[in-house]
């Protein structure tokens, strides 16, 4: 199948290649970034993503799909898709945490003083934000979070743990979900907040992943004192802010994209290679099932998009490109693994190393974990999509 787009369309994707070979570095740094130790720190990498973000903002794209109103590009859904698939396949680091959640959300509950204050910084990459959900007690059944805020006069105390807290150690603002009413039904009594990331009791502690990176962190609170003017939206009413979905295109073409970019790499490895192939022929077949996989995993996305571009509400059908993207990517890293054999576990620079494809494999473990388990997505398309019963 062959996808068309509207000339508008096609000359926007051509705008977007031409910004990122104008603005990000060549193609060959760009790979080594990914992967392979091109980033000697976290905080080089943040300079990195940040600095191409202010280029990103400068030029109107950072909040893509935002509507002009709030400083975004009001971009079409196909204009999202063309956008994020460009950007994902070239590994640009173009999203973050305020443009895909605190915005949002302020847009439809903010007060008009919280839209005035955050919004231009979020649109600017001024800030970074970082997402303050899953406890060791709640991750996939968020709404069994216990982290409390207790409210004192015009402020709230907040005491508790949050875990897997990406990129917790650099940000300026957290997006807090905490129990507001602890006697309320567990899907009652959270309320959302804006945390300043430095306010006096708040301890971000590393997290060092599989993979030998420092990405996630742990954050405690004690007695951390937040505004009470920093709440966003009703009060006890979080879990159904959280849930919040304005109409953005979510097909999850980026997995897909960058999905491709791996397997277009592994296979000019092995042509440039011929003694891994030769020590592992079968691999030429895995290659093959992978290049299948990616259209397949396209057409799910591009399925989501395109129903959201005629005004429909995709559901079983975003999980189901979820769900295919995330397994998918652990069925090319492993191909990767099978292709290198023991040079896949050379990692760092390390002699001998062809390319990082131990931190390659390690990273996409939690991809069947992060923004829903298999298992929820599995359980969403049976019960939505074929009718099951909730079991």
């Known amino acids: 199948m062959r996808y068309t787009y509207e000339p508008e369309v096609e000359a926007f994707r051509e705008e977007v290649r031409q910004f990122i070979k104008e603005n990000l570095p060549p193609e060959e740094v760009r790979l080594a970034r990914g992967y392979e130790g091109g980033f000697k720190t976290y905080q080089e990498e943040y300079d990195y993503t940040m600095g191409f973000q202010k280029k990103l903002s400068e030029k109107g794209w950072l909040a893509m799909a935002w509507p002009k109103e709030y400083g975004g590009g009001g971009a079409s859904h196909m204009r999202q898709l063309v956008y994020n698939e460009e950007m994902a396949y070239n590994q640009a680091p173009a ?123 742990e954050v405690f609170f004690e007695d951390v004192r937040v505004p009470a003017n920093q709440v966003v939206g009703e009060v006890n009413r979080g879990w159904y802010h959280m849930a919040v979905a304005l109409d953005f295109e979510r097909s999850g073409i980026q997995s897909y994209a960058g999905g491709r970019r791996s397997v277009e790499r592994l296979t000019r490895l092995a042509k440039e290679h011929p003694e891994l192939v030769e020590r592992r022929p079968s691999v030429r077949y895995e290659l093959a099932d992978r290049a299948v996989d990616i259209a397949v995993g396209t057409n799910l996305a591009y399925r989501v998009a395109t129903m959201q571009a005629r005004g429909l509400v995709p559901n079983h059908e975003a999980s189901a490109s979820k769900l295919f993207g995330s397994e998918m990517g652990q069925r090319i890293s492993l191909t990767g693994m099978h292709l290198l054999g023991t040079l896949g576990q050379l990692k760092d620079g390390t002699k001998h190393q062809i390319i990082d494809q131990a931190t390659a494999y390690t990273s996409s473990v939690s991809g069947t974990v992060a923004a829903g388990t298999s298992e929820i997505q599995r359980g969403i398309i049976a019960t939505r999509g074929l009718g099951l019963p909730r079991g």
């Open 95 to 217: 999203g973050n945490m305020g443009i895909a959640w605190v915005g949002p959300s302020l847009m439809l509950y903010g007060t008009d003083e919280q839209k005035t204050k955050f919004i231009p910084r979020i649109t600017g990459a001024d800030d970074w934000w970082c997402t303050l959900y899953s406890e060791p007690g709640a991750g996939s059944d968020l709404a069994a979070l216990q982290t409390r805020a207790t409210r004192d006069g015009d402020e709230y105390v907040v005491n508790g743990q949050k875990i897997w807290t990406s990129g917790g150690h650099l940000s300026d603002w957290g997006w807090l979900a905490a129990r507001t009413d602890p006697d309320a039904p567990k899907h009652k009594g959270i309320t959302m907040f804006m945390v300043n990331m430095k306010s006096p009791g708040v301890t971000v502690r590393p997290l060092i992943n599989m993979s030998d990176r420092h990405g996630f962190n």
